[in-house]
């Protein structure tokens, strides 16, 4: 099994920090809960960058050559 992607992991904690969220009666912990969310959501967009980063570079950290 190969490990997931940080981006899926943390955009599956931030929809799981929602879902909680909803279901909290006090509004200052979902409150809170809603902005934690949306931190791992912006967590989940870096990663996802530099995901797309880590696969354009070789096995050395390399940049691909730019095309002509």
Do not use: C, F, H
Not at 16 to 45: F, G, M, P, S, W
């Amino acid at each position: 099994m190969e490990p997931k992607m940080l981006s899926e992991q943390y955009l599956k904690t931030a929809y799981t920090l929602i879902r909680v969220a909803r279901n909290v009666a006090d509004q200052a912990i979902a409150d809170r809960l809603k902005a934690l969310a949306e931190d791992y959501e912006r967590r989940a967009e870096q990663a996802l960058m530099t995901d797309a980063t880590d696969a354009s570079t070789d096995p050395l950290g390399r940049p691909e050559p730019a095309e002509k």
